[in-house]
């Protein structure tokens, strides 16, 4: 089966970075597109990041400019840097992976002002 499991949430400042990881088994995923989502409290959950097998990435303009999405095929894992963070960006984060519609348990990131 299929196995997501994210890391790396903490609790930060506004302006601050953070890199989270998402850690893969049974499955590889430089053959295929993996993406970041994140629900904020009381809010719907959202697209953050793109990744596909090509490389091409996509990004809302919400976290446009401040988010990269990549992968360590090597180590078969995907990353969410985070920079300039805003208290809009707290959040559980979540790893995703759409062709088998496979999530992570998330990991959650709270920017104070």
């Known amino acids: 089966q299929v196995r997501l499991v994210e890391s790396g949430g903490d609790l930060v400042q506004a302006g601050g970075s953070l890199t989270l990881s998402c850690t893969a088994a049974?499955?590889?995923?430089?053959?295929?597109?993996v993406a970041w989502y994140r629900q904020a409290p009381g809010k719907q959950r959202e697209l953050v990041a793109m990744?596909?097998?090509?490389?091409?990435?996509n990004y809302p303009d919400s976290v446009k400019g401040r988010f990269t999405i990549s992968r360590e095929n090597g180590r078969n894992l995907a990353y969410l840097t985070m920079n300039s963070l805003k208290p809009e960006d707290t959040a559980t984060y979540y790893c995703?992976?759409?062709?088998?519609?496979?999530w992570g348990q998330g990991t959650r990131v709270t920017v104070t002002p």
């Open positions: 995703m992976l759409p062709t088998k519609d496979a």
């Open positions: 049974g499955v590889i995923l430089s053959r295929i597109s």
């Open positions: 990744l596909d097998a090509g490389g091409s990435t």
